[in-house]
């Protein structure tokens, strides 16, 4: 009995130092991110990054001005959810969701102790706001235009033969063809260590392109970042403070929000915490071409480029369902455009019926097949709402 003790100690002292060896190995290959990203999803029960994470990292703040409350439409409280509308919302776990009209609130409801300023991860809708951002640089004269070759700003691509041709209208319209997976579930991947890990910047820009930019359609995270680094070194500020001074105070946002950093900069390609009304506001901007009060925010040509379906020239047949930084579904009745976030965040702007619609929540419909590359529970908000306001005239 002795013996065998023995050899159980060895082996558990064995196994425990391969345990310890194993660790230090992960850090010391730069991958400790791994056990963050393992402590902040599995160990609370996610399987992926979640919507009210912001006290998980480190966050620049993005300050309002003076409010600018939404003014309330003549229907406000006057509209019921469909019965469609109010399962699918409840199924995949909406905790947020706003109809604006004629730039006037219709509707919003809240559900699990969240409320009009509860901030929410905007994940991928922030890609959306950095070429906003992107857009505002063009106009001061930051950056020349779509067509200027990264390497004015991103030398480290100068002896990259095809990131050397690459332009920031490739990052913007996801056309890059840099070297980076999407993988937002698995803890072993550059999309995790660029959520979790710390040193964003680092981390991209020791990376390649693989393919020949301007071609094939890719969504890829990177981009944004890459397009964020550059912006950053050219307007020489923190794009949090950009946003606050360039839209969020001029437009009368409600509420602070955050945007989470990483070595420095913010991730651009996912992290800005805010609510549906302030969100909705950013797709008001959209809608009405820039303008906000009689004052031209954004040049309305770049926003209609924004909102124009690009051309994939590997496949020319394929559905043009994105533009820079945007999605778009123009064959749709009625036809739309939208900043679109991991778990089902959506910011929906349907121009022909001046219609915003806002939803924020933990899932999003992963069992019906995509149309035109987007979920279909998008489809189903914008056909419900329709319904919904036809019934209200």
């Known amino acids: 009995m ?12 064995g196994i425990l130092v391969i345990l310890a060896l194993v660790i230090v190995g992960i850090y010391v290959s730069g991958n400790g991110y791994i056990f963050k990203a393992l402590q902040k999803t599995y160990l609370k029960g996610y399987n992926t990054a979640y919507i009210d994470d912001y006290a998980d990292f480190d966050n620049a703040v993005i300050r309002a001005g003076v409010p600018q409350p939404w003014e309330l439409h003549g229907k406000y409280g006057q509209v019921h959810l469909t019965d469609t509308l109010r399962k699918v919302l409840e199924d995949f776990q909406t905790i947020g969701f706003g109809i604006f009209k004629d730039g006037k609130m219709v509707y919003e409801e809240y559900w699990e102790e969240h409320t009009d300023s509860s901030m929410t991860n905007s994940f991928s809708m922030a890609k959306t706001i950095t070429t906003m951002l992107l857009g505002k640089a063009i106009e001061q004269r930051y950056i020349k235009g779509m067509d200027q070759r990264i390497t004015d700003f991103l030398p480290e691509f100068l002896q990259d033969s095809l990131g050397r041709l690459a332009t920031i209208g490739d990052l913007s319209s996801m056309r890059s063809g840099f070297d980076w997976e999407e993988d937002y579930y698995s803890p072993f991947n550059m999309t995790t260590e660029a959520y979790y890990g710390d040193q964003i910047e680092t981390q991209i820009l020791k990376r390649h392109f693989v393919t020949h930019p301007g071609g094939h359609f890719k969504y890829l995270s990177a981009n944004t970042e890459l397009l964020a680094i ?21 437009m009368g ?7 989470t950093m990483s070595g420095g900069i913010e991730k651009a390609f996912c992290c800005i915490y805010s609510n549906v009304r302030d969100y909705a ?6 809608l009405q071409h820039g303008n906000w009060n009689g004052i031209q925010l954004l040049d309305s040509a770049f926003i209609e480029r924004m909102i124009t379906p690009c051309y994939d020239a590997f496949l020319p047949n394929e559905p043009k369902k994105y533009g820079y930084s945007i999605w778009i579904d123009e064959a749709n009745h009625p036809p739309f455009y939208g900043l679109m976030g991991h778990l089902g965040q959506r ?34 908000y914008i056909d419900e709402v329709m319904k919904i306001m036809n019934d209200l005239e």
């Not at 070194?233 to 105070?249: G, N, P, T």
């Open 2 to 13: 002795k013996r065998a003790g023995k050899i159980f100690l060895r082996i558990f002292l």
């Open 230 to 250: 550059l912006l950053k070194r050219a307007i020489k500020k923190d794009l949090a403070q950009y946003l606050s001074e360039e839209f969020w105070q001029p």
């Open 253 to 259: 946002m409600e509420n602070d929000a955050l945007w």
């Open 281 to 286: 506001k950013l797709g008001q901007l959209l």
């Open 347 to 380: 910011i929906i702007v349907v121009p022909d019926e001046h219609l915003v619609i806002v939803r924020l929540g933990k899932t999003h419909d992963t069992v019906h097949p995509p149309k035109n590359g987007l979920d279909s529970d998008v489809y189903i």
